[in-house]
């Protein structure tokens, strides 16, 4: 079956400092990825997403690029803030419904100022 | 407009006691997925009900059942409750016209805790 492996965490950074976390999946045909931000108390939130091979998703100075030849959807930031603290989720689902997905343990991310 | 709602909060319960959760989604949405999500670990998927009929079940006991309503809000019912169903549970909408607008929308989750 499907699955996404990430990183294990917990990962600590100084503020402005690069992030990378880690994420390969095992998937049939063509899905679709997904990373989802959680922080404290709260549900999930999406934070970007990618279609099709080589599709880069990016929201609020985040990144990440579908690798299909990798299996890989490595999120990235060039400067992380005290604010980007959350537990961060890769997941993945059927091209044509993210109501179905199979998600990563997550891994948590601490700032410091 | 206001994101997808559940309800209780918070939930305690003893083991072989039955629980019902509830959701309401996005205005619009008429796919509602529900998810477990343990302490540590990553949702996992419970079930899909799309136009009140179900699309998908994932690797959960019978104990496990939901439904979807006319106005397309969901219950999940978890019967003969164990330990180990001690979780967040989450529920998700999704926009219609599902692969033109590929995901989906989480409430902030029910806490369920069995002693």
């Known amino acids: 079956g499907d699955s996404v492996t990430q990183m294990e965490g917990p990962v600590t950074l100084s503020e402005e400092a690069f992030l990378t976390i880690n994420c390969t999946y095992t998937?049939?045909?063509?899905?679709?990825l997904f990373w989802y931000v959680q922080y404290p108390g709260e549900g999930l939130q999406l934070l970007l997403k990618a279609t099709k091979a080589d599709d880069k998703g990016s929201n609020k100075g985040f990144e990440a690029t579908y690798r299909k030849e990798t299996t890989s959807f490595h999120l990235e930031k060039g400067s992380v803030q005290v604010s980007d603290s959350a537990v961060y989720f890769c997941a993945l689902s059927e091209a044509t419904n993210a109501g179905k997905s199979t998600f990563g343990d997550g891994t948590t991310l601490t700032v410091k100022p | 407009d206001a994101g997808v709602t559940q309800s209780p909060t918070h939930l305690i319960k003893t083991r072989g006691q039955h629980v019902t959760l509830r959701c309401s989604p996005i205005s619009g949405h008429k796919s509602v997925s529900w998810y477990q999500q343990v302490l540590g670990q990553g949702p996992q998927f419970i079930f899909q009900y799309y136009e009140k009929e179900e699309r998908g079940r994932g690797n959960f006991p019978d104990r496990f059942s939901a439904r979807q309503f006319p106005n397309y809000s969901s219950e999940l019912n978890v019967n003969a409750l164990l330990l180990g169903d001690s979780a967040l549970y989450l529920c998700?909408?999704?926009?219609?016209?599902?692969?033109?607008?590929?995901?989906?929308?989480f409430g902030p989750g029910t806490r369920l805790t069995v002693l």
């Open positions: 998700a909408s999704s926009p219609p016209g599902l692969g033109l607008r590929n995901e989906q929308f």
């Open positions: 998937a049939t045909g063509y899905p679709s």
